[in-house]
């Protein structure tokens, strides 16, 4: 079985090898680019390898056109691909577009015309491009493409023109590097097919034990809280066997000093820096639906770490994404990978060299003194150089399927759990007086299940500062560039790999409407839309000139609080749970989780009200810079509806490269807090003495309308209007030391 999903796996149906024989042309055509989405002088934005953004990565033509390619001499065309974008209805930005036809010539002396082929386009949808191909088969010097608008449309927008020739001859074994959409896929398909219930973005970091002291379970946090799972086994298969340490199982030491780490970037050159290694996994990313040709860079650093604490990983983290960005870059990896240096003492010891999984005896996977938990990955007792050749992704899988079934058939001779808890011990000398105040009531916010005890327990202080941001996107990033620019020590904590939020990792890389003023006008010199690498770059880079502190992969989960005031977040790392010490707290999580934690009033959807905001999830192609989707509602405080959408969009996106990471909700949780903007506060332009922003957009409704003054008059279509929102919006009621922006604030 495990043989039969290696093969599931590395068997992507699309082949992304960048093979194809991409031909040289210049081009004109017989209609000028119109004003709005102009070409270049001579003609080039169609062969420039760039599409998939119409707001500024496509040519407009204000009626039928026909573009005659110049290969320059007679060279073989197999085939012609033009990304054409759509729009079949109206909106702010103007009217529809389309191809109704596409027919394609061919000429030697661009006199006498051969047509080999006309297809038609494709339509429906909004907002997004296509693909129309033609096979050609034909020598010629000359191809002309004349594109015919559908009668209802104005105008016509193209992404790209590729004219294709012959395969390359030194295109290599048919080996295709699988995506990271099909690998997720994949591994969803399975899961479900045997009945395994699983979640997303939750971290293990707690250990329950049962009346005789053994592990019967983990806590785990995520953005809904904490929730109790309790079992007779446990797989710890995280990087680090967090869990087995949580168990109190021994491991070697972490040595201070310089490590070795690797780190992948598709897209943009290879760089060179001391103290780095570099390899070009070939061939390079290309393929159907990628917008261009990308090489796959792995960079092998050597990077200084104090310690194995999660700020040093942190650290090494953030050097190590300065030293691998270039602005070509498309993706990289979510976090550096390492052969971890401090295996765990096991039950067994295989110091020997790598005999392969077969051979491996699994109590090299248990801990020594600790029971029924077996460690998957890394830290198991093995040299470390079968460490290495365990953590590839064969042995690994063929592995997980034994110890699957060993922990299955252990649990299978186990009783029940009894008298299940989660154990601890108060501190005799806190760090700071105050009580962690966090949401306990499911995965899902109508959970009424069963519950374990917890004993009064201390937790790490993981670090201490004047200001802590909880959520590093459209909101967060620059409240943590302006705190750390007047001097405040600074930290900003993110659960994805980058900042930015939906204008980098939700792929909405275009200004809506906005008022592009201030602090706003300085970013990438106020422009309207932007490559999605450089945004999240250009965040990072001011954080850290600033003097700030970035924790990627870092869950807001709770709040401490010490009489109204809150004192600090509560976070869980991929390390580990602990609390960040801060004057102030400032909560950009887009959802007011770090407030309801502390205890502040919420205003949400609920059964009084039926209207909610539309939601999206991106599906990404390399390349592209722009999806915004709206097609499901999601309540991100609820952890199966997060599962559900992220599960369901791998089958809405077939063809993409990955997921964005982010999901595009148009409404969350908000704060109740000491003013609140109405609706008819935002239309009739209502002032306050305490303004800190003015923005500005029209009425851009995503789902059904339940305010009132609307059935009486409904703004009109682009009808902007200018809003301003008082400081006071941003203060929950009843607490101090903490601060809601972005969509959780009080409207």
Request: aromatic content about 8%; some cysteine; overall charge negative.
């Amino acid at each position: 079985a495990e043989h039969s999903l290696a093969k599931r796996i590395f068997d992507d149906p699309f082949d992304s090898r960048s093979t194809r024989n991409l031909l040289t042309f210049s081009y004109e055509t017989d209609t000028p680019s119109a004003r709005q989405h102009r070409d270049t002088d001579p003609p080039s934005h169609l062969a420039d390898g760039q599409w998939g953004n119409a707001a500024n990565q496509s040519v407009q033509y204000d009626g039928d056109v026909t573009v005659t390619a110049d290969l320059g001499k007679a060279e073989r065309v197999e085939e012609v691909r033009v990304v054409v974008y759509r729009r079949e209805v109206e909106n702010s930005a103007g009217s529809g577009f389309n191809v109704e036809t596409l027919t394609v010539s061919v000429s030697d002396d661009k006199q006498s015309w051969r047509q080999v082929g006309e297809q038609k386009g494709q339509p429906g949808g909004g907002d997004d491009c296509y693909v129309l191909s033609l096979p050609v088969n034909a020598a010629a010097r000359y191809v002309r493409i004349a594109a015919k608008k559908p009668e209802r449309f104005a105008r016509i927008l193209l992404g790209e023109i590729e004219l294709i020739g012959p395969d390359k001859a030194n295109a290599g074994p048919r080996y295709v590097m699988p995506r990271p959409m099909h690998v997720k896929k994949t591994l969803d398909e399975a899961l479900l097919s045997a009945g395994v219930r699983y979640l997303y973005s939750c971290y293990a970091t707690d250990l329950l034990r049962d009346a005789q002291g053994k592990p019967a379970g983990v806590v785990m946090a995520n953005r809904a809280g904490r929730q109790a799972v309790l079992a007779k086994t446990i797989i710890d298969a995280t990087d680090r066997a967090e869990v087995a340490r949580l168990a109190g199982a021994k491991f070697r030491p972490y040595p201070a000093g310089t490590h070795t780490f690797r780190y992948v970037v598709i897209g943009g050159e290879v760089l060179a820096a001391d103290g780095v290694k570099t390899r070009v996994i070939g061939p390079s990313l290309g393929g159907a639906n990628v917008a261009g040709q990308f090489p796959v860079i792995e960079y092998t650093l050597q990077l200084p770490m104090p310690d194995g604490s999660y700020v040093s990983w942190s650290a090494a983290d953030q050097q190590a994404r300065s030293l691998t960005y270039h602005p070509d870059q498309q993706w990289t990896s979510d976090r550096l990978f390492q052969v971890p240096p401090d295996a765990m003492h096991g039950q067994e010891s295989a110091d020997g060299p790598w005999q392969g999984v077969d051979k491996l005896p699994l109590d090299v996977l248990r801990p020594a003194g600790t029971e029924r938990i077996y460690v998957l990955g890394g830290c198991a007792d093995v040299s470390r150089d079968a460490a290495a050749k365990l953590l590839r992704p064969l042995p690994l899988i063929d592995l997980g399927a034994r110890v699957g079934r060993a922990a299955a058939e252990l649990a299978a001779s186990l009783p029940e759990p009894q008298g299940v808890k989660l154990p601890g011990q108060p501190t005799a000398s806190p760090a700071a007086k105050g009580d962690v105040r966090e949401l306990l009531v499911g995965v899902r916010p109508i959970d009424e299940g069963p519950s374990v005890s917890q004993e009064a327990r201390a937790l790490p202080v993981l670090g201490q500062y004047d200001v802590v941001i909880v959520g590093g996107g459209t909101a967060g990033a620059p409240a943590g560039i302006a705190a750390a620019r007047h001097g405040a020590k600074t930290l900003v904590v993110e659960y994805l790999s980058g900042l930015g939020g939906a204008g980098t990792e939700g792929a909405i890389s275009v200004y809506y409407w906005g008022n592009r003023v201030g602090f706003t006008a300085t970013v990438q010199e106020n422009v309207a839309s932007w490559n999605i690498e450089h945004r999240k770059q250009w965040w990072r880079r001011e954080l850290l000139d600033a003097g700030g502190d970035i924790w990627f992969g870092t869950i807001g989960c709770g709040a401490f609080v010490d009489n109204g005031q809150v004192k600090g977040a509560v976070v869980a790392t991929p390390f580990g749970r602990g609390v960040v010490l801060a004057n102030t707290v400032i909560d950009a999580t887009g959802n007011s989780d770090v407030a309801a934690a502390a205890g502040a009033d919420t205003d949400y959807t609920d059964a009084s009200e039926f209207g909610m905001q539309g939601t999206g999830l991106p599906g990404r192609k390399l390349g592209a810079r722009y999806n915004n989707t709206d097609f499901t509602i999601v309540d991100e405080s609820d952890m199966v509806d997060i599962w559900q959408v992220f599960v369901h969009s791998k089958g809405k996106y077939p063809d993409a490269f990955d997921h964005g990471r982010l999901i595009d909700t148009r409404e969350r949780r908000r704060i109740v807090g000491e003013a609140t903007v109405t609706l008819l506060d935002q239309m009739n332009g209502r002032t306050y003495p305490d303004t800190v922003v003015r923005a500005r957009s029209d009425y851009d409704t995503h789902g059904y309308t339940v305010e009132p003054y609307l059935l009486i008059e409904h703004p009109q279509h682009r009808q902007g209007f200018f809003v301003h929102i008082p400081y006071r919006a941003m203060l929950p009621k009843g607490l101090k030391g903490i601060l809601v922006v972005g969509l959780g604030i009080s409207t």
